[in-house]
Every structure is written in structure tokens, then in C-alpha cells.
């Protein structure tokens, strides 16, 4: 069964172009992971770009086999890495996983 992983993250920089440079930087880093993991079937990542008061700041959706797949995903020495970077620039994250 394919599981849908979608994050939502709030970015913690008050000023537009800070949190626009973080927005680009996280999409950049996440970008790099399919080539690095196997087990990342799809993976889409983008910045919000309507109601900004009210939305999320950016969003990522991937597609991995079954949970397995995933898990290898999120211990994943590369997944680690640009986890750390994004935490150090986020105020909030959401997530959810669903059968695709």
C-alpha cells in the first residue's frame, strides 16, 4: 500500500525575504533526497503562495512503498541531515501519512 507523507512547516524568520531564502533553502535540500534514497518513490516540495496570515509556510508530499519505506526514510543518514537544517529555521511543523 503506497503512504502519502505530507509535513507542513511555519517559518520562525519574521521578515519576507529571510523566511522566502528559507522557504527556497528547505525545498533545495529536501529536493536532493529521492537520488539519495532508494526508497522515496515521489517527492514534491513548495512555498505557500496565498493567505500567508493563515496558511502553512511550505508544504512537502512523498510517496514511499508502504510504512517500512518511509521509516527507512526518516532514519535515513541524509534525511537527518536536512531535518537538522530545517528545524533550525521552522517555528511549528504538522504531518500526517495516509494509504495513497
Do not use: C
Request: no cysteine; proline share 5%; net charge negative.
Amino acid at each position: 500500500m503506497t503512504i502519502r507523507h505530507i509535513v507542513l512547516w511555519k517559518l520562525a524568520a519574521e521578515d519576507a525575504d529571510t523566511r522566502a531564502l528559507h522557504a527556497e533553502q528547505i525545498a533545495e535540500r529536501l529536493l536532493t533526497l529521492p537520488a539519495q534514497i532508494a526508497e522515496v518513490r515521489r517527492m514534491e516540495v513548495g512555498p505557500n503562495v496565498a493567505y500567508p496570515q493563515k496558511n502553512w509556510d511550505v508544504a512537502l508530499v512523498a510517496d514511499f512503498d508502504d510504512v517500512e519505506g518511509l521509516d527507512a526514510y526518516q532514519v535515513h543518514p541524509a534525511h537527518q541531515e536536512v531535518g537538522e537544517f530545517i528545524r533550525s529555521v521552522v517555528s511549528e511543523r504538522a504531518a500526517v501519512d495516509f494509504p495513497a
